[in-house]
């Protein structure tokens, strides 16, 4: 008899694949078939799961967009003391554990969000934008110096210079993960530095 944590499991497996599948060949492309062979159940099997594919693309979208928020907010939370610099190195590390680790969300946000019910692409963006404002909130901590619409636009460009990481394996020049990472942090911090003129 499955237990929870076993269903919990299945989930993330049949979410896992279901990314990696939505953003090599597109969501119309993959079947529920092609899902469960690929975690070694059958197409049907899956509806135990999910009502459906749109169910798995809501639950990626909705799902990653909370993720990231909560993160930056537990990043908050304990940050007791170590100052507003310290902070902003925690959620730029962060969001390049979700850039590295899970890239083809990033692919599959930048081509299927439209896909989504006007409700849960709703929910996508209201989440999107918290995140955005609670590191608008750090950067303008770090660099006073910078303008609310400043440093709004310098944390979305930052966003897509991290974001960009489904792009670095392409070439095949991808470093480690430890020196992608050092990487990217650098230019990060780089970024913000230039924009508030540092």
Not at 17 to 27: K, N, P, T, Y
């Amino acid at each position: 008899m499955a237990t929870r944590t076993d269903a919990l499991t299945r989930r993330e497996q049949i979410l896992k694949e279901a990314a990696r599948l939505f953003a090599e060949r597109g969501f119309h492309g993959v079947g529920v078939d092609e899902i469960g062979a690929a975690v070694g159940i059958s197409g049907p099997g899956l509806y135990r799961h999910f009502p459906g594919k749109d169910a798995m693309l809501a639950e990626l979208l909705v799902g990653i967009s909370g993720q990231l928020l909560n993160g930056a907010r537990r990043r908050v939370q304990e940050s007791d003391g170590g100052g507003p610099e310290a902070l902003l190195d925690s959620l730029i590390e962060g969001h390049i554990d979700f850039a590295l680790d899970d890239r083809p969300l990033i692919t599959l946000h930048d081509r299927e969000l439209d896909r989504l019910r006007d409700s849960d692409r709703k929910l996508v963006r209201q989440l999107q934008r918290q995140y955005v404002e609670l590191w608008v909130e750090v950067v303008r901590e770090v660099y006073p110096d910078l303008t609310e619409p400043t440093a709004r636009s310098a944390v979305h460009s930052v966003f897509g210079l991290l974001n960009s990481t489904p792009h670095l394996g392409r070439a095949g020049v991808l470093p480690g993960r430890g020196a992608t990472a050092e990487l990217l942090h650098r230019m990060a911090r780089g970024a913000f530095g230039s924009a508030a003129g540092v």
